[in-house]
């Protein structure tokens, strides 16, 4: 049956066996699922239409077996009247009645195992579209978890710690080279300094001390 196509011909092991091979198997995994939801919608509404067949040859069965019933004791209220051909046309109809009955009971126990069938693999395609829809959910982790892990290790190998050492040291050199043109401008600023400079700082230093001596005598007095 076309309807099931899904659940006759690919088995959720083949399914599986052809996501590890795939690409994407994310991506394939989804095409399966709309796919069987696809096929899942049709096969609802194809057992729908089944249980409606059903209940409609019940009911014809149904309606038969009471007309049979009604036949059988209209024949017999006729037979206690003393109306023989009333009788007769009653189990005429009786028979014709009955073989109409067993006609829709054979046809309503028919469809009836039918429908039965169809349920069952219904809730069949049911099941495996779920089990289909978590599996997506522990693939995609997994997916995510393996993609994390070969950029880590991408990084990792493109990282060079002798690089970063080398390129370090490098950047200590040139402070250790900045700090002693730094050194030696001072050095060169102090031996640069004129006679006159020289004068002014030694008279700097005469009005501090004479300053501090002019305190001092203020207190000792």
Do not use: C
Not at 41 to 58: M, R, T
């Amino acid at each position: 049956m076309g309807l099931f196509k899904r659940l006759r011909d690919v088995t959720l092991s083949n399914v599986y066996a052809l996501i590890e091979k795939a690409e994407d198997p994310v991506k394939m995994l989804d095409q399966y699922i709309r796919d069987m939801v696809e096929d899942l919608e049709d096969a609802e509404k194809a057992v729908a239409a089944q249980i409606a067949l059903e209940k409609k040859f019940k009911l014809q069965y149904e309606e038969q077996k009471a007309l049979v019933e009604k036949r059988a004791e209209q024949a017999e209220m006729a037979v206690q009247a003393e109306k023989l051909d009333l009788a007769r046309r009653a189990l005429e109809d009786k028979k014709a009645a009955t073989q109409k009955m067993e006609e829709f009971k054979a046809a309503y126990e028919q469809n009836k195992a039918t429908a039965e069938t169809l349920r069952q693999k219904l809730d069949e395609m049911r099941k495996q579209v779920t089990e289909m829809k978590n599996k997506r959910e522990t693939l995609v982790a997994r997916a995510n978890a393996a993609k994390a892990q070969t950029q880590i290790n991408k990084s990792m190998a493109e990282f060079n710690a002798d690089s970063a050492m080398s390129g370090l040291k490098r950047m200590e050199e040139k402070v250790l080279q900045m700090e002693a043109q730094a050194d030696a401008s001072n050095e060169f600023y102090a031996k640069g300094k004129s006679l006159d400079d020289e004068f002014a700082e030694l008279n700097k230093d005469k009005d501090i001390e004479d300053e501090l001596a002019a305190l001092m005598q203020k207190h000792q007095k």
